[in-house]
């Protein structure tokens, strides 16, 4: 006679088995060679990026420090609500878009769109509103849906772009920093009321006076701007420097083709942006195709996927997008501003 086995023996006996942090979200690079995005991507799937990022600050805030960018890859992550809540995980301070320099769409809370610029034109790399005194530390993107074809967003290493940069022209830069001038609206740039904010006078000039901006009001209801800045940054928690200011952008040579149209059809004085060096003088064109190049070595391409974030630190980390086509949707947010509070006057004259 067979005895038939004991129910309590058949019954399964459930454990709670514990895995780490490590074992959960895995490490890894594009490439051996590559240090810069670290990409985290979970081992299981349907892991909520908002709510694994919020409990795992601590691994996440010393890596981007030494790496300069993160890619959170196939998380899961619900539209902009919850890229905003993710912002609010790992930051402290979620940034408004204000002293605006290029033209964006708040899509939720302190969630925009991705620069708006046309589909066929790159946007040079560059660190976020570096033409200012200050500026978000974290930066964070999110591809809700990639483009046909390109419209990736290069990075590159902040640090490296400075070594390849000649100590004369550092030297010069960081002897007289970088002049900023800025003329608002006339269909050629954006009105000063969507820079700022505001439809009032007064409330663009507290900003300015706070901000060590002059500013001066002329003809039917345009604003001038001028900003003297840094050229190079001192990092307040790793204390690396970094090349980081915007005078390649801003400069006329910046606009290709369109420049000789703009130098014949206004004075130098109404261009609607431009960058001297901080006594007033001309930058050398020389000098910026320099500067590009060294962006050019250090520029990091990889494909987005929906559904990828990206965060950066903006100091440590230049960002730019490549012409795309097809649908693209992007969004940004920035957190945690630092500001310099180091005040510089600008020249009395214009160039």
């Known amino acids: 006679m067979i005895a038939k086995p004991s129910l309590k023996l058949l019954k399964t006996r459930r454990r709670l088995v514990q895995v780490s942090s490590e074992e959960l979200v895995q490490e890894s690079f594009f490439s051996e060679t590559q240090s810069l995005p670290l990409i985290f991507q979970p081992a299981v799937s349907g892991l909520s990026l908002k709510t694994w990022a919020g409990q795992n ?3 996440i805030s010393p890596l981007l420090k030494t790496h300069g960018g993160i890619l959170f890859r196939n998380f899961l992550i619900n539209g902009a609500s919850d890229f905003g809540e993710f912002i609010e ?4 301070t979620p940034m408004t878009y204000s002293y605006r320099s290029t033209p964006r769409t708040q899509v939720e809370g302190k969630v925009y769109t991705s620069t708006e610029y046309p589909a066929d034109r790159a946007i040079p790399l560059h660190n976020e509103m570096a033409y200012a005194r200050q500026w978000p530390m974290t930066l964070a993107f999110y591809c809700e849906q ?12 902040s640090r490296r772009v400075l070594a390849h940069i000649p100590a004369e022209i550092q030297e010069k830069f960081s ?13 050629l740039d954006l009105p000063w009321q969507e820079v700022f904010q505001t439809e009032n006078h007064q409330d663009v000039e507290v900003y300015c006076q706070q901000a060590a901006i002059e500013f001066e009001w002329w003809g039917q209801d345009q ?13 307040p928690h790793t204390h690396e420097t970094v090349w980081f200011n915007q005078a390649h952008l801003f400069h006329v040579s910046n606009l290709g083709a369109a420049q000789e149209q703009l130098q014949t059809s206004l004075s130098q004085k109404q261009w609607p942006r431009n960058a001297y060096f901080g006594d007033g003088s001309e930058i050398p064109e020389e000098a910026l195709a320099t500067i590009r ?3 050019a070595q250090e520029t990091i391409l990889f494909p987005w996927q929906a559904g990828d974030v990206l965060l950066l630190d903006n100091m440590l980390t230049a960002h730019g997008r490549r012409p795309f086509k097809g649908s693209r949707r992007v969004l940004a947010g920035m957190a945690d501003p630092y500001s310099t509070h180091q005040l510089k006057p600008s020249p009395q004259e214009s160039p």
């Open 175 to 187: 002897r007289l920093g970088i002049l900023y001038i800025r003329n608002y609206g006339g269909g």
């Open 89 to 92: 995980a790992i930051s402290q």
């Open 146 to 157: 990639p483009a046909t074809e390109q419209g990736e967003t290069p990075i590159a290493d």
């Open 57 to 59: 600050r601590d691994r």
């Open 293 to 295: 190049a060294a962006y």
């Open 223 to 235: 604003l001038r701007t001028r900003q003297i800045c840094d050229e190079i940054a001192t990092h």
